[in-house]
Structures are given as C-alpha cells and as structure tokens.
C-alpha cells in the first residue's frame, strides 16, 4: 500500500525540494525569496566584491545591480533615500556599494530621481576619492550632461576653501581621475581669491600667492633636501595628511610622531602596522597613549563612520605582526591590540539587552569559508563569529554554536567556546579550523529540540544557502514551538548580499537583517523585545 504521507507533507520537507513560496537558492535547496528593498539593503552594506562561494563577482554585481534599479524605477525618491542613509550612518563597511547605486540613480529615466541623486553627491561623496569612484561609475551608465556637471562643480564650490585644499592634497588622483579631470569637465566658477588660486594650482600647477597655507607646505615638503624634522612642523603647523608627504620621509620617526597626532581616526588605525614599525608606537610611548586614548573615545569613532569591520580587520591584522602580504612587519603593543578589541565593540550601536535565551548559530558550512565580507579580509564564517559575540557581550543567556550538515544532529552541530570574554581575533580564529561540510540551517532548531534546550530565539548567521536538511528551517522552527510551547523567534543574519534568507517574511516571528550593518544589533534586540 503506498503511504501518501511519506510523499507528500505540508510540515516535513527535505530543503532540496520546494514548500510554499520557496524558490532555488544557488547551492541546490530552496528558501525564501527577499524583496528587492531588503537586497538593496544588503548590497548597501555588503556589496559583492569577491563574489560568494555560489556566485562569481560579476555574476553577483549584476545581480545587485538588477535589485538596486527596480527599487529606483519604483520609487527613486525612496532609493536615494535608503542610499543616503546608509551612506551618512556609517552602516556600512565601505562606500563603495552606495556610490555605485547613486550613479545608477543618477542615470535613472526620470528626471526628478537623477536630480535627486546629484543634489544627495556631496552626502555620499564626502572625499575626493569617493567623487572619483562616483565619476568612474557614472560614466559607465550615461554621458556628461549639464545636470552631472553642475553636480560636480557644486561640490567643488560649496566646500570650505581649506576643506578642498585638504581633499586635492590627500586624494590627487584614484582609478585613473585626478581632480584636475574633474574640474575641467565641470568648470566650476568663483569670484573667491583662495579657492581660484587653488583651482589654478590643481589644473595648471601655478602656485600663486592667494592659496591655501596647506597648499603652500605641501609644495615645500616636496622640495629636495627636506629632513624629517622640517616636515614633521608642517605635519604639526598645517595638518599635512601622510599622503602627501613624499614616500622617503615616511620612515622618519619625527614624521610618524608628528602625523599620530593629527591624523583622523580611519587613517590612524589603517596605519598602525606601519607605525609601529618605524618605532613611533612602542609600549609605554606618547604616541600608544594617544591611539588607546582615540580608540576609547565613543563620540569620536562614531563621528568618524569608523565601521566596526575596519576595527576588526585592523585587530587581525595588526595581532598577528604582519601585513595581509607578508612585506611588512613588526611587534604588535599589547595596550593597542586590546584598544582595538574594545573598540570593535563601542563602534556599534549601544543595545540595552533583552534578558531572552538565545541560541547564536554560526553557520560554517563550506560556502561560509569562501569569499569574503564587503571586500574585506574576513569570510563569511569569521565575520559571522564576530557578529555573535557583539550579541553575547551584550546578553546574559545565550550559547554559540556552529553547524554544518550530517545525517544525525551530533554530526553537523558543535557547541563553541566563544564569548566575550575571549579577544576577537582569537575567537574568529577558532571558526576556521571547524570541519566543513555541507549546509543545513535547521539544526540549530534540531539541536535544541533534541538536547531539551529551552530558547526564545534562534539567531542564525548565514549565507542562507542551506540545502542538505531532511526538513526546511521554518519547519524545525514550527515544531520547535508546537513541541515546547515556546514562541521562539527566529533571526537570520545575512553575510552575503544574495536574494536569499531561510527566514519566511509572512511570519511575524521571524526577521532577517544584514550582517555588519551597524545598525544590526539594535535592530535584533528590539525585534526580541517584540518591538
């Protein structure tokens, strides 16, 4: 006799095979299609440099890219908006993600969108580099029309005079443009003595006397002859950025000294490595009491936009002695690396915590090792144990786990011995030397259910790529509840800007964020609270 209900259930499905309103995932399974308002969202703040396991860098951009101009075809004031708003927080990692969806804005078919994203330039545009990444983009999309022009030129108009001279000294050229390009495309205009003068310099190379100070020392720092001292009191007099000092005084320890004191928070912790090696950071020293000084400072990370993924990849980094390529070295301070640890975690939002119990699930499936978060040097793996313990540090009762897939429970689930506690680049380490196989999401549900573990909420961090369970995820999560009485809730984090989440949009228990979007933590613990 056939037994029907083997073949067919509406409660039990292997996630190789399709339930309601499920569609194919990359890896084979099915899961939840999100709307292109939330994929605009995490493109924003994940971008797809480096592509994912699934999904190649091109084939992901495109992708995005086809999201990102339905959501401005719908409703562009919306667009650029989000854009905006992401961009001005600091959400995400990089501005790269939300200068490309601002050109793609700006060469919209409705007139009042692309006005809308030239006159929001200068909000996502704060640097030179950032207008040349905006150029580059934009020209792949349309032509120079009057409206771009006015654009730019206003940008280069309505900074405060020593503000540009800031900008063209710093940022000269990147990917092929040069500020000198870019005002001979806008013309910009000015009846200002200082900012015509700078113009000049910047088109012709005609120093005149009417130009910014700053302007004035850079062309001295660059004459032949000059020592470390004498560019270190331009550093300290005029606030010369290190790039524009010329590459054979950066190992002056005067210099090093001199640019510690003055330079912005991102710059500082990108450069530590290098500043320790010149010895101008060293245990105990002036310049190390400054940077732990900066780094504790809250008001002044957050107003920099310093991302907690920059924190964190310069923790990494700097612990383990060496640059990503091997070329340079040194001995890491110990009251440094632990500013940096302490660092990642002030950078995000504050959270009151919520008092639940709760399951943080680390998927470490072999898709999660592969590629990278927003471009940066971490996999969706590490970046998924440092999103953990920002919830953990801030909790009182949860349990880290990492799962995989297996036949049994035991097979593709771990318990983990991470936790605040442990410094971060530690605690990202140990997920790396997990054993990987294939992925299934619902064990985390599975898992607790067998072990008799009694959780309010599930906060699985993952690719959503999930594909090798006997049961989808949203069915584990249903009788999880029916079975304990328990109506837990379900968050999924997602690592990779794909159209895919394991979390079904019409239950109300169940939510999807991004991952390192700063704004993450807050938003996971008021959707807990039942916000």
């Not at 923790?315 to 640059?323: H, I, M, V």
């Amino acid at each position: 006799m056939l037994n029907y209900g083997k073949l067919f259930s509406l409660r039990r499905n292997p996630q190789s095979e399709p339930i309601p309103r499920t569609v194919p995932n990359s890896a084979g399974g099915h899961a939840f299609a999100i709307s292109d308002w939330t994929r605009l969202d995490r493109f924003l703040v994940l971008g797809s440099e480096g592509g994912s396991y699934y999904a190649g860098e091109r084939a992901l951009t495109r992708e995005n890219a086809a999201a990102v101009m339905r959501c401005i075809a719908e409703d562009g004031a919306r667009a650029v908006a989000t854009i905006v708003a992401v961009s001005e927080a600091g959400r995400a990692p990089k501005q790269d993600p939300a200068i490309f969806a601002l050109a793609l804005a700006a060469s919209a078919e409705a007139d009042a969108t692309r006005r809308l994203a030239l006159a929001a330039l200068p909000r996502v545009c704060r640097t030179g580099t950032h207008l040349f990444q905006f150029a580059d983009a934009v020209e792949a999309m349309r032509g120079w029309g009057r409206g771009l022009r006015r654009a730019v030129g206003e940008w280069y108009r309505a900074r405060p005079v020593e503000a540009l001279a800031y900008q063209a000294v710093k940022y000269r050229q990147r990917g092929g443009w040069s500020h000198r390009d870019l005002l001979r495309l806008a013309h910009p205009e000015t009846d200002e003595p200082a900012r015509k003068a700078l113009f000049d310099w910047i088109c012709r190379g005609t120093l005149a006397e009417d130009a910014p100070a700053l302007i004035h020392a850079f062309a001295a720092v660059q004459s032949e002859g000059v020592d470390g001292a004498f560019a270190a009191a331009q550093v300290r007099s005029h606030g010369l950025p290190w790039e524009a000092l010329p590459t054979g005084l950066m190992t002056s320890r005067a210099v090093n000294e001199a640019l510690i004191e003055r330079m912005p928070v991102g710059a500082l912790v990108r450069q530590l490595g290098r500043l320790t090696a010149s010895g101008a950071l060293a245990p105990f020293s002036a310049g190390t009491g400054h940077v732990v000084s900066v780094l504790a400072d809250r008001e002044r990370l957050l107003k920099a936009r310093l991302h907690p993924m920059a924190l964190l990849v310069a923790l990494k980094t700097y612990a383990s002695g060496c640059g990503q390529r091997g070329r340079l070295s040194w001995e890491p301070v110990g009251a440094i690396v632990e500013a940096l640890n302490a660092a990642f975690y002030t950078a995000f939002a504050a959270v009151e915590p919520t008092g639940q119990r709760l399951v943080l699930a680390l998927d470490v499936s072999g898709s999660m090792a592969s590629g990278s978060v927003a471009g940066s040097a971490l996999t969706p793996r590490e970046a998924a144990a440092a999103m953990a313990l920002v919830t953990a540090a801030t909790e009182e009762s949860w349990q880290v786990v990492g799962f995989t897939g297996g036949r049994r429970v035991a097979d593709g689930l771990t318990a983990l011995p991470l936790g605040p506690s442990m410094r971060l680049d530690q605690a990202v380490a140990v997920t790396e030397g997990l054993p990987f196989s294939t992925t299934d999401c619902a064990l985390p549900m599975r898992w607790s259910l067998e072990r008799g573990v009694q959780a309010d909420a599930f906060v699985i961090y993952t690719d959503s790529e999930t594909w090798a369970g006997p049961v989808h995820p949203v069915e584990a999560l249903r009788e999880y509840r029916e079975k304990t009485g328990i109506p837990a809730r379900l968050v999924v984090v997602g690592l990779v800007s794909n159209g895919f989440s394991i979390a079904d949009p019409d239950d109300p228990g169940m939510l999807d964020v991004v991952g390192f979007d700063t704004a993450a933590p807050a938003l996971i613990a008021d959707f807990l609270r039942g916000g």
